[in-house]
């Protein structure tokens, strides 16, 4: 029960960040506000999901006993695990990308809020359309008659509805996905070497292409094995 309180220490990170956030804003520009948001969203999701739906909920012994493998657990798993560990992944991954992208080219963040409140959009309609329902129901089921009912597809055909509502959560939450690896990939542009970018853009004339910068290290690239072998 005590492994509740491992959220906490988490909570009174998450109130210094802020504070240390209000302080930065005050005297300069805060440029890593795309990052930040996703880890203050990872913070959420970790009391929530692991706080209020793992401990919270599945921890007491008496529900412990027989909630397990029923929709509790997904609900717990799903927003624990992308919650807390892939929001938090993610807003490292655009810490980098800032930190790359520095003053040399703009930063768009846009895309990144917009994938992140389709992300947690999704998250919220699958415990309220999918996760709740059917777990609360099902745990309801694992006392009367026992787990292999309530697994079973005679219990799963009395919530089917909510099972087909699931797509609404789905939806929201792939949406989010595409967009954020849209997004990725446009960040990731101004990163890659011209001989990577050259067979995708338009072809470049021979004249320009040999006087370019950069043209003798793709001449290298483009050499054959062989050669590069008898330089060594
Ligand atoms: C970010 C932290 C956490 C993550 C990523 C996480 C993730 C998971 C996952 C993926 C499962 C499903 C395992 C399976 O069925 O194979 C699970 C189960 C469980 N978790 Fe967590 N968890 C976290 C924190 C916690 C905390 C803090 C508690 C309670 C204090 C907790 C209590 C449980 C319990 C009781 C189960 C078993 C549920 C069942 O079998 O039905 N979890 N957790």
Sequence with gaps: MFSFIEVLPLVLLILESIEQRRLIKAHQEFKYGLAYTYVIGAAFWNFVGAGVFGGGTLNAPLVNYYEHGTFLTLNHAHTAL??????LGI???????????????????????TAFWLYNGGLVLWVAL?????????LNAVFEHGLAYARSPTFYNTVSIWQWLRIFGDVVFAFGALLMAFDFIMKLWPLFPEHIKRPIAAPVPSETASSAPGAAA??????????????V
């Design 82 to 87: 992308f919650g807390a560990f892939g929001l």
């Design 218 to 231: 793709r001449t290298a690239v483009r050499r054959p094995a062989a050669q590069q072998h008898a330089d």
């Design 91 to 113: 807003g490292l991954i655009y810490f980098c990308l800032r930190y790359v992208a520095g003053d040399r080219y703009a930063f768009k963040e846009g895309p990144g809020y």
């Design 130 to 138: 999918n996760f709740f329902p059917i777990g609360w129901a099902q």
